[in-house]
């Protein structure tokens, strides 16, 4: 390795990224690795960031910072020919990610595995919506009509657990959705339905067994609907549900579909926005797919 990129969110979770900053880039200095560190704005254009760092032969970007700091990044990787490894440090709330990736999240043992050069390449499933990237959840329905509007503290607090609660508020407000679904393999027609999760990885909301069956890298969307019924008349009941979907015993079956694809396309009589990563996204309809494996991922190996 011979250069690498850290971008930084420094607004992340506890807002330590500073710390950890200096602490990486006086790891990868020791080892004569040439290092360039970026602070997001929150209007960064990390294709070009990336493509002018690629003319430079960049070999790694690591990141600080939570899931949407990943989300934004992959998103000016994935459209490359040619990419550069990724190596995610967790400084958010939820870190759906590196969750899923079996990565713990002390940052004290991560960077000792990094000292010590005890990392793993993964190759990763992203996802693609339309000519947007993903790295985690397409969501629509009225969690997803809220996850852009909730409070910041709020976020901070409860992570994407906070788009459920704040969602389930107003479920008795939103207007059931009739959704289609058109994979290769057929097609499915859905009516009253509250809420729509599409994930690429075990890990959402913050639960890490939503879908129980996914891994990063198995190459398939992974599709899950709520549907109306009289057992979801407040909040409690909706996050009771979301929560406890695996739960044999406590989950009625007949509110939910789920399957799973490689590429679709969803529509609806509806035009409701999408949430892609938990930021707002395109309108329905739109086209799925998985690119499976598409990017490497450093994995440090820093389980005890």
């Known amino acids: 390795m011979k250069r690498l990129l850290i971008i930084v969110n ?3 979770g506890d807002k330590s990224s500073e710390t950890i900053e200096d602490q990486l880039n006086e790891q990868f ?8 560190i970026y602070q997001t704005t929150g209007e960064d254009n990390f294709k070009e960031l990336i493509q002018n760092e690629m003319d430079n032969e960049l070999d790694l970007v690591v990141t600080l910072g939570g899931d949407g700091t990943i989300s934004e990044v992959i998103n000016g990787i994935a459209p490359l020919e040619h990419r550069p490894k990724v190596l995610p440090l967790p400084l958010g709330t939820t870190n759906n990610l590196v969750r899923a990736l079996g990565m713990e999240l002390d940052l004290n043992h991560l960077l000792s595995a990094i000292e010590e050069e005890d990392v793993e390449e993964r190759g990763v499933d992203i996802g693609r919506i339309n000519n947007q990237y993903f790295i985690s959840t397409v969501s629509i329905g009225s969690i997803p009509e809220v996850a852009w509007k909730t409070d910041d503290h709020l976020k901070e607090e409860l992570g994407s657990l906070a788009y459920v609660f704040e969602g389930a508020k107003v479920i008795n407000e939103f207007t059931p959705l009739d959704i289609q679904i058109e994979t290769k393999e057929g097609s499915h027609i859905l009516d009253d339905v509250f809420l729509v999760i599409i994930g690429l990885t075990n890990s959402i909301f913050g639960i890490q067994s939503f879908f129980d069956e996914a891994t990063y890298d198995d190459g398939k969307l992974h599709f899950y609907a709520l549907k109306k019924s009289n057992l979801i008349n407040e909040t409690t009941s909706i996050v009771k ?6 739960n044999e015993e406590e989950v009625d079956d007949k509110l939910s579909f789920v399957t799973s694809f490689k590429e679709a396309k969803i529509s609806s009589s509806s035009s409701l926005n999408s949430a892609v990563d938990g930021e707002k996204g395109p309108k329905l309809p739109f086209e799925l797919e998985v690119l499976p494996k598409h990017i490497t991922f450093l994995i440090p190996n820093s389980q005890e």
Do not use: G
């Not at 200095?29 to 360039?36: D, L, M, Q, S």
């Not at 549900?241 to 695996?246: A, E, G, P, S, W």
């Open 10 to 12: 420094p607004n992340s």
């Open 29 to 36: 200095k020791e080892k004569n690795v040439e290092t360039r």
């Open 241 to 246: 549900h979301i929560i406890d979907r695996n």
